[in-house]
């Protein structure tokens, strides 16, 4: 039996594991010496670090750390914080996960509560929990014609995206940070903010090359007698080459930086006094390299020699939608408890934001977290957080069936005014990209084989008048009649695979 079916490969990448791990941080916290007496919490913070993260073995391990930060009133009437670190590991059983496979893990403060048993200790508790998620990159074949037998296929044309190589690899970043001649001296550091940037990225043969620059934003009480907290902005440059299996320059990519890990040490130059930053953090970089593919899809088939055994699946196939990079002016007014008198300081968190559609519009919606220490109406030292939201609205070309996106935001400025009312006003910039996708699900022909033992009926008359109605498929009618769209086309000149009006078709016996 001469018969052969053409396949073609679909790169996918599937997820392997998803689970979460928790990590309880509980202190009976006994403040130095050199820190005054707290007479009011301000605000307790527990930031979780993942430091770095190995799979192999039927495991994954992730080497993190919790920094407690508790940000208070001293006796002395001026703000204090004082910082402790927790270091933890989290591990999860993943049978079967190799050391190529791509492995991350996302840490989340679930809660953190701060109570004052003396004005040396407080009673702290507080919970971390991990994220793990493990992809792995495999392939699909896809059926894509058959010859011989005379079996009939018909295909549907059908643009896919094709995974060709993903990897999600952390490096670390170690820098000494000098403070302008002009700033004050750190007395303690309130919160550290970075963000990783990726500027020329070039692709080559299993290798991706980027160059981008972690951006920090550190606020400080100063060692002076001042009540604001002090800003510093730096960069530190960045330059990193990536093993990504699979990838060279055609590949279009999807990467993602973020730092999963930073941590700060003030400590004194030869002058004594503590102007300089031990910047210890980790960038993790998320890559995804893509081919898009027209391929034709079988969706059916028929043999009009013999009977055909044909199994059918529904299957899904990833579809490019969008992709694009925008500017997000975000802007709003908060409303802060007593009241804003003045602003001593302002930083953002992380942005949350979610990805959704509606009929072809596709919505990315979200908010900026914000933490504001200011004095209130009473003149007392207060602290709080309000979320900035912002919507992006955006057209798509198509309805979407099941939307796939990671949104990716940068924050760029974020300014605010306090007003007469006491609220204050925001206004922020984002930087938005994202590449849309949609999953698609088809009826596809996985497996099909002529049954030599069940030849075809031979009693059909040499030539067939059918009144076809319009709107009828021209394959529809060869199939039932056991014969080819090649032929009926060809027979009755026609043009196309839909019937445009009702017309006598002639069907001619093979």
């Known amino acids: 039996m001469d018969f052969h079916v053409s396949e073609q490969t679909i790169g996918v990448s599937a997820p392997l594991f998803e689970g979460r791990g928790e990590q309880a941080v509980d202190a009976d916290l006994t403040l130095p010496e050199y820190c005054p007496d707290a007479q009011r919490v301000l605000k307790c ?16 391990t992730a080497d993190c750390s919790a920094v407690l930060r ?36 996302h840490a989340e403060t679930s809660y953190v509560n701060c109570r004052i048993v003396s004005p040396r200790r407080m009673d702290i508790h507080g919970m971390v929990h991990c994220l793990f998620r493990v992809r792995r990159r495999g392939e699909q074949p896809v059926i894509s014609g058959a010859s011989g037998c005379g079996v009939q296929m018909k295909t549907a044309p059908c643009r896919v995206v094709s995974a060709a190589g993903e990897a999600a690899k952390s490096f670390p970043v170690a820098e000494v940070v000098e403070l302008a001649a002009d700033a004050p001296p750190v007395r303690q550091i309130l919160h550290t903010q970075g963000t990783a940037v990726a500027g020329d990225i070039k692709a080559i043969n299993n290798k991706l090359l980027f160059k981008g620059e972690l951006q920090l934003k550190i606020f400080y009480l100063a060692d002076n007698d001042s009540s604001e907290p002090a800003v510093l902005d730096y960069a530190i440059p960045l330059s990193q080459i990536v093993e990504v299996d699979g990838i060279d320059e055609d590949c279009l990519q999807e990467t993602i930086l973020t730092v999963p890990s930073l941590e700060l040490t003030p400590r004194a130059d030869a002058s004594g006094e503590r102007r300089l930053l031990d910047v210890n953090a980790s960038v993790l970089a998320d890559i995804r390299a893509t081919r898009e593919l027209d391929l034709p899809i079988s969706v059916d088939a028929y043999s009009t020699q013999s009977e055909l055994d044909t199994e059918y699946r529904n299957m ?53 977290p914000l933490h504001i220490l200011y004095t209130d109406g009473a003149g007392e ?20 069936q099941r939307l796939k996106c990671r949104p990716q935001l940068t924050l760029i400025n974020l300014d605010f005014t306090p007003t007469n009312n006491g609220e204050v006003q925001f206004r922020a910039e ?25 030849p075809k009926d031979d009693d ?12 009828e498929n021209i394959w529809d009618i060869a199939r039932a009649y056991n014969t080819t769209m090649e032929s009926i086309t060809q027979e ?7 019937l445009s009006e009702q017309q006598m078709l002639l069907i001619p016996r093979l």
């Open 45 to 60: 913070m527990l930031v979780p670090n993942v430091r770095s993260v190995q799979a192999g073995g039927g495991r994954v």
């Open 70 to 105: 508790v940000l208070y009133c001293g006796e002395d009437g001026r703000v204090h914080c004082y910082e402790q670190n927790y270091p933890f590991s989290q591990e999860v059983s993943v049978p079967g996960v190799q050391a190529g496979d791509c492995a991350t893990v």
């Open 316 to 368: 899904e196939f990833l579809q490019p939608l969008d992709s694009f990079a925008e500017k997000l002016p975000v802007t709003g007014s908060v409303a802060v408890p007593g009241g804003a008198n003045e602003i001593l300081g302002v930083w953002s968190g992380e942005p949350s934001s979610e990805a959704q559609t509606q009929g072809n519009e596709l919505t990315i919606s979200g908010a900026l």
């Open 381 to 400: 030292t207060a602290f709080c957080e309000k979320p900035l939201e912002f919507r992006f609205r955006r057209a798509l070309s198509q309805a979407v």
């Open 430 to 454: 984002l930087d938005l990209s994202a590449k849309a996708y949609d999953l698609r699900e088809r009826r596809v022909i996985v497996a099909l084989q002529p049954d030599e033992n069940r």
């Open 460 to 471: 059909a008359s040499a030539l067939t008048l059918y009144y076809a109605d319009p709107g």
């Open 492 to 498: 009755n000149a026609l043009v196309g695979e839909t």
